[in-house]
């Protein structure tokens, strides 16, 4: 993992950061962290809940650092999962901290990580275990994510949004499992938080042999040599670079403004793709008096960006 210090001052140091931990002074933390990170002049968002932290933010190296060392003085929050990389533009417009029920929205209360979770599968060990004849995996993201990479042998849910994939699994653990010995189930996400809570959920379900991959793809992309990755495509990221590829270098794809998909380089070529108003996946379903109202919001949007300093998403 690179740490914060090694980040070149000319880019953004960006660390996307999780813990499950028992926050009970939690609707506390909100202001003073905000201060904080408003002071160090940092953007992003952090979440936080009962059940511990999580988000992506950035700024200079050593004002992550001061962060990153706030949040590891909460309690049981020393081994804080901290994963670094860079972009050249700023990657967020504002800086938001959040209070909410789940950390990562599963939808099943009785879910603790803490208390049962899968095992961890290091990058380096991760090939092996998928490749193995006897193991299922599934990739816990949502279908525009995996649509621009994935695993190679990876089950796609086809969810919408994570709160999906508990009753997907209940509807599909038959045809996954079957009746006989059972397989070992491995899991994986963009930097750990949800597969490491899906794994939870299969071990209360009775599944016992569960695995998910340490540190998510962007630990794998970032430690794992391109010649023997099992990596294919590029891994969606929620900041403006999109998407990253091996090394966690900036991807090609750009954001729909609209709908909030991917879109990659041919179908910025597509006439379907407009920047701000639609893209191939929901052009189809705008109405005329719909790209009217969104090519006046676009107009606003890019106005709003001179104006603040940041700048136009790549491909706005």
């Known amino acids: 993992m690179q740490p914060a210090e090694a980040i070149p001052e000319t880019h953004w140091c960006v660390a996307a950061l999780y813990r499950f931990a028992r926050l009970d002074a939690w ?60 972009a050249g533009e700023k990657p967020f417009q504002r800086m938001k901290v959040r209070l909410k029920r789940e950390i990562v929205t599963m939808g099943e209360p009785d879910i603790d990580p803490r208390a049962v979770v899968g095992t961890y599968v290091e990058p ?102 391109q010649a ?15 998407s990253v590829g091996h090394g966690l270098v900036e991807g090609s794809h750009v954001q729909c403004m609209a709908c909030g998909h991917p879109v990659s380089s041919e179908g910025q070529q597509s006439p379907d793709y407009e920047a701000g108003v639609s893209c191939p996946d929901c052009n189809a379903g705008r109405t005329d008096a719909e790209r009217a109202a969104l090519r006046m919001r676009h107009r606003h949007y890019l106005q709003s960006e001179l104006c603040s300093g940041a700048g136009p998403r790549r491909g706005e």
């Not at 495509?233 to 929620?238: A, I, L």
Request: aromatic share 10%; glycine share 10%.
């Open 27 to 86: 609707q506390e933390y909100r202001e003073p962290l905000l201060a904080l990170c408003r002071d160090q002049g940092i953007c992003g968002t952090l979440l936080v809940a009962r059940e511990g932290i999580n988000g992506t933010i950035a700024g200079s190296a050593a004002g992550i650092a001061r962060v990153i060392d706030h949040l590891r003085a909460l309690p049981d929050c020393a081994d804080l999962d901290v994963k670094y990389s860079t």
């Open 228 to 242: 023997d990755s099992m990596w294919r495509g590029e891994c969606f990221v929620f900041d403006r670079r999109v």
């Open 124 to 225: 380096q060990d991760w090939n092996a275990l998928i490749s193995d004849p006897d193991t299922i995996l599934i990739d816990t993201r949502n279908d525009y994510e995996v649509a621009i990479g994935t695993f190679e042998g990876a089950i796609d849910p086809e969810t919408e949004s994570f709160r999906d994939f508990p009753a997907w699994f209940r509807a599909e653990r038959e045809r996954l499992l079957g009746t006989g010995r059972q397989p070992k189930v491995a899991m994986f996400c963009t930097g750990g938080i949800r597969c490491e809570k899906s794994t939870a959920f299969l071990k209360q379900e009775g599944v016992e042999d569960v695995f998910h991959l340490k540190g998510g793809i962007l630990r794998y992309l970032e430690t794992m040599p």
